[in-house]
Nanobody
C-alpha cells in the first residue's frame, strides 16, 4: 500500500514557476514508478510525466518538454514536478500516481495508487 499526498499547488501568473511535491508513505516507495497527471475543468485527465523507480529515466508529454522537470528523492519518499514558463492552459488539478512493474505507462489505468490532487491555477 502506498498513500500519496500532493502539495505545492497554487495561483501563479503566466510565465511563472511552481513546484508541486508528492509525498508517499510506506517503505517500498523506491520500488514504484511514479507518474504525474492533470485534469482541467471539463477535460479528461491527461498524462504529464513519469519517472522510473530509481529516478534514472523519465518521459513526458509534448506540452511539458522544455518547461517541466521531474525528479524524485527516494530517501524522502517524495517526487517533484517543477513547472516553469507556465501558461493559462496549464491550469488543472495535478495528481501523482504510483505503479509497480517495468516500462513507461502513460495511461492512467496503469497506475494503482493516486493522491488527492493539488490545484494549479495560472492567470493570464
Amino acid at each position: 500500500q502506498v498513500q500519496l499526498v500532493e502539495s505545492g499547488g497554487g495561483l501563479v501568473q503566466a510565465g511563472g514557476s511552481l513546484r508541486v511535491s508528492c509525498a508517499a508513505s510506506g517503505r517500498t516507495f523506491s520500488r514504484y514508478n511514479m507518474g504525474w497527471f492533470r485534469q482541467a475543468p471539463g477535460k479528461e485527465r491527461e498524462f504529464v510525466a513519469t519517472i522510473s523507480a530509481r529516478g534514472g529515466s523519465t518521459a513526458c508529454a509534448d506540452f511539458a518538454k522544455g518547461r517541466f522537470t521531474f525528479s524524485r528523492d527516494n530517501a524522502l519518499n517524495t517526487v517533484y514536478l517543477q513547472m516553469n514558463s507556465l501558461k493559462p492552459e496549464d491550469t488543472a488539478v495535478y495528481y501523482c500516481a504510483a505503479r509497480s512493474g517495468s516500462g513507461y505507462r502513460i495511461n492512467d489505468y496503469a497506475y494503482t495508487y493516486w493522491g488527492q490532487g493539488t490545484q494549479v491555477t495560472v492567470s493570464s
